[in-house]
């Protein structure tokens, strides 16, 4: 029987895996993490001694250790999309495979941006804790999202769900993405300065890489209305944390909503959250049934297909299996059968 390690702490375990535990099961021996917390790679190594598979959480680094010292694994499954804290260079020198969710996220993750959006721009966050508080709050006024302009940074698969969102509430929609067409009437594609000066809400929704580093930097944020809205639900890397708590202590911004950051796990830092004028939710935007569900039965799936003899999906590294060929080999299975 195939032995299966899953990282997910227990809360982690519980959201994602609450529905779906049943069917892991049923397909070999999983074994779960011993800690109320998530694991060191030290720690991850003596845990899933003697496992051949990993199902990693998205907190749960892929470091070279891990590929170093873990003889019997063949696969690190990632129940999320994000590999970027997996070794992919050491993976497929120790032969071993490496995989990750589909993309079952974009409703819950565009429609968390929409909600931050709408909570910094009413007020809805502080004028809740105040009257739950005893307290009266001021008669802040708000800002009406109908008609006003929402510049989309990445047109990618969150982007052009969430610009259906932004259309129906009646805003005017720009998008930058010099790598992406836009080939609707609706949308305004424009250059990235066009769209800072321009938009009444800016979302980066750009993918995380050395070229986006700190895309939202100083000069970005000088080129941006001082009433404009920030709202980032996609990597904390897209910001510059300094650049924007000094904008937003001089006033040079509207406010900043998030749900993620530089903190673990991808979390907003808390000196940043804690500023006046910010709206934050702890990497919240996945947290929904819908998704959690989807993203934990991809990783069955993907051991449904090992133990049939087949490739599973959504691999970044088939050619450099080799310790996946090698188990088929020994149990009759797969290419080597």
């Given amino acids: 029987m195939i032995r299966i390690f899953l990282t997910h702490n227990p809360e982690d375990l519980d959201a994602y895996y609450g529905r779906t535990l049943a069917g892991l099961e049923a397909l070999g021996e999983v074994r779960r993490n011993p800690a109320g917390r998530n694991l060191t790679t030290p720690e991850l190594i003596d845990a899933a001694a003697g496992c051949e598979i990993i199902v990693s959480h998205r907190a749960t680094h892929g470091?070279?250790?891990?590929?170093?010292?873990?003889p019997d694994l063949i696969a690190f499954l990632?129940?999320?999309?994000?590999i970027r804290d997996v070794d992919v260079?050491?993976?497929?020198?120790?032969?071993?495979?490496?995989?990750?969710?589909?993309?079952?996220?974009?409703?819950?993750?565009?429609?968390?941006?929409?909600?931050?959006?709408?909570?910094?721009?009413?007020?809805?966050g502080e004028s809740t804790r105040l009257y739950r508080d005893g307290e009266m709050p001021p008669q802040t006024m708000g800002a009406q999202m109908r008609g006003r302009t929402a510049g989309i940074i990445g047109y990618g698969a969150i982007g052009s769900y969430l610009a259906d969102l932004l259309l129906a509430l009646?805003?005017?929609?720009?998008?930058?993405?010099?790598f992406k067409k836009v080939d609707r009437a609706q949308i305004e594609q424009v250059g990235f300065?066009?769209?800072?000066?321009?938009?009444?809400?800016?979302?980066?929704?750009?993918?995380?890489?050395?070229?986006?580093?700190?895309?939202?930097?100083?000069?970005?944020?000088?080129?941006?209305?001082?009433?404009?809205?920030?709202?980032?639900?996609?990597?904390?890397?897209?910001?510059?944390?300094?650049?924007?708590?000094?904008?937003?202590?001089?006033?040079?911004?509207?406010?900043?909503?998030?749900?993620?950051?530089?903190?673990?796990?991808?979390?907003?830092?808390?000196?940043?959250?804690?500023?006046?004028?910010?709206?934050?939710?702890?990497h919240l935007g996945g947290l929904t049934p819908e998704n959690a569900d989807e993203?934990?039965?991809?990783?069955?799936?993907?051991?449904?297909?090992?133990?049939?003899?087949?490739?599973?999906?959504?691999?970044?590294?088939?050619?450099?299996?080799?310790?996946?060929?090698?188990?088929?080999?020994?149990?009759?299975?797969?290419?080597?059968?």
């Fill in 78 to 82: 990632r129940c999320a999309i994000d």
């Fill in 170 to 178: 009646g805003m005017r929609v720009l998008v930058h993405d010099p």
């Fill in 295 to 337: 993203q934990a039965a991809s990783s069955v799936e993907q051991v449904r297909a090992i133990l049939a003899g087949e490739m599973p999906p959504r691999t970044v590294n088939s050619q450099a299996a080799e310790r996946l060929r090698a188990w088929w080999r020994k149990n009759g299975q797969g290419e080597g059968a």
């Fill in 63 to 70: 470091e070279t250790a891990l590929f170093e010292n873990a």
């Fill in 89 to 124: 260079d050491a993976a497929p020198r120790a032969g071993v495979l490496v995989a990750n969710a589909g993309k079952s996220f974009i409703p819950s993750t565009a429609e968390i941006a929409l909600a931050l959006m709408l909570c910094l721009a009413r007020n809805v």
């Fill in 193 to 282: 300065q066009n769209l800072l000066a321009a938009a009444d809400v800016v979302l980066p929704l750009a993918p995380a890489s050395a070229e986006t580093e700190n895309l939202i930097d100083a000069a970005a944020l000088a080129a941006m209305k001082p009433t404009a809205l920030l709202v980032n639900v996609s990597r904390g890397e897209l910001m510059d944390e300094d650049a924007v708590a000094t904008a937003l202590g001089e006033g040079r911004i509207g406010g900043l909503a998030m749900d993620v950051g530089r903190a673990p796990d991808q979390r907003p830092s808390p000196a940043l959250a804690s500023l006046p004028g910010v709206v934050s939710t702890p």
